[in-house]
């Protein structure tokens, strides 16, 4: 994993498998530099850069594709403002804030250091819930194989006769309680997520996973795409209001497939033809053991990739990327 960068204005304090996360340095302590114009940075702000590596499988491969965090962020930040009433559905809250401050001069800054410009976002710090919130709208990956052992998935029961790919009866909120890196999030029932957050919250997230879920597959239908399932995250502010956080309805939490090929394919593979990281996926299955440390992509697998990610935020934005 690349080194952390040194941001003017910022200092790192955690890295996931995509993202690097920053807070204020504290010029009290005389370490570090200020934001551009001299100011201070809220304490309670918290830079999210996405970077360019890649995950599958638990683990971040080698080499990254080069674009994707500019690509991530800007389809994130499309989703947030979708969500927050721009597709005339009531407002969801989320953790963005203003990305520029007055400086000292009265003149309005960037607290977006050049180094990540496009690739970041400034947000409120959060409570953040341990609930990994997974909406699937569509039987395919483990859910798939879960349902050819035993006919559930995540251990809710599905009529028989149904195929890879196939739409689900209705979406399926299915929890995941979040592992630190390199771990793997374990997969639990409604009742676990009540005994870890409580009954008012749980319900509160699973209500509300559902309802974006919902909105974001009207969205996608209506630029001929199938959201198949997607996971989304969620913190409380400092009055306890439920807030939607890190990214939304990317290519990495998300699948995507083309409407047109899942209606006309006659094979599992034809019908969901993808617009998220499952290229690298299936790469991996033919070339991997899932035993020590994966084999590097090819360029081909991650120019391919690049492309899809492209794609599906010029389909979703209509804007050229």
């Known amino acids: 994993m690349s080194s952390p960068l ?11 498998k995509v993202r690097d996360l920053y807070r204020p340095v504290d010029l009290s302590t005389g ?9 201070q940075i809220p304490e309670d ?9 890649v995950s599958a499988f638990d683990h971040v491969l080698s080499p990254g594709i080069r674009g994707k965090g500019e ?19 009531r407002r969801i809250p989320n953790h963005l804030v203003a990305d520029h401050t007055l400086g000292a ?12 410009s496009g ?3 400034v947000v409120r710090s959060l409570d953040m819930l341990p609930i990994e919130c997974v909406v699937r ?8 194989a879960e349902y050819r052992e035993s006919g559930t998935v995540c251990g809710i029961p599905l009529p028989g006769g149904l195929e890879d790919g196939d739409r689900l009866p209705e979406p399926l909120y299915t929890p995941a309680f979040k592992a630190p890196m390199g771990e793997h999030d374990e997969n639990i029932s409604y009742e676990r997520t009540v005994e870890l957050v409580g009954e008012d919250a749980a319900a509160a997230l699973r209500d509300r996973s559902l309802e974006i879920y919902a909105r974001a597959a009207t969205t996608a239908e209506a630029h001929g795409l199938i959201l198949a399932d997607t996971k989304f995250e969620f913190g409380t502010d400092a009055d306890g209001t439920l807030t939607l956080a890190d990214e939304v309805l990317t290519s990495d939490s998300s699948r995507y497939w083309d409407a047109a090929a899942w209606a006309g394919g006659e094979t599992p593979k034809a019908r969901m033809a993808s617009f998220d990281k499952q ?8 070339h991997w053991d899932k035993h020590g440390t994966p084999p590097d992509l090819p360029a081909e697998i991650i120019e391919r990739t690049a492309d899809r990610y492209r794609e599906l935020l010029e389909r979703l934005t209509g804007g050229s990327h």
Request: net charge negative; charged share 20%.
């Open 6 to 16: 040194n941001l003017s204005g910022w200092r790192h304090v955690y890295s996931g």
């Open 105 to 116: 001069d009265d003149e309005p800054h960037s607290l977006i250091p050049d180094e990540v």
């Open 45 to 53: 702000r918290m830079l999210v850069v996405a970077s360019d590596r």
């Open 279 to 286: 290229i690298v996926r299936d790469w991996l299955v033919a």
């Open 31 to 39: 370490s570090g530099t200020g934001a551009a114009g001299g100011t």
């Open 137 to 144: 709208g569509y039987l395919t990956g483990s859910g798939w």
């Open 71 to 89: 690509l991530l962020t800007t389809l994130s930040l499309w989703w947030f403002d979708r969500l927050a009433g721009g597709d005339g559905g």
């Open 119 to 121: 690739r970041a976002m």
